[in-house]
């Protein structure tokens, strides 16, 4: 893995999502580095629009943590809270 960001919270995700109890969840990787750069990249387009990463997109309602300070402190709120910002949990 690239990206020390995703690194630095991949521990916390796999916790997260790996019990028992846990809500369902895809770990996607959005290639290596060139890969993610290109503008074409796959997950860079609709519907994900992902443009920074890490990133964690809650489908059910577009919810999204965006970079490692807000994944590893709002993780758990995401995973079993309601909304409270339609675009970012930031």
């Not at 690194?7 to 060139?34: C, H, N």
């Not at 997109?57 to 995973?79: A, S, T």
């Amino acid at each position: 893995m690239w990206c020390p960001d995703c690194r630095a919270v991949k521990e916390i995700v796999e916790e997260t999502f790996d019990k028992g109890d846990a809500p369902s969840a895809l770990i996607i990787y959005v290639g290596q580095k060139p890969e993610w750069k290109s503008p074409k990249n796959e997950w860079r387009q609709q519907p994900w629009d992902i443009q920074t990463i890490p990133t964690i997109v809650r489908l059910r309602d577009g919810e999204r943590l965006v970079d490692q300070g807000p994944i590893k402190e709002k993780l758990k709120e995401l995973v079993e809270g309601e909304p409270t910002n339609p675009k970012n949990f930031d």
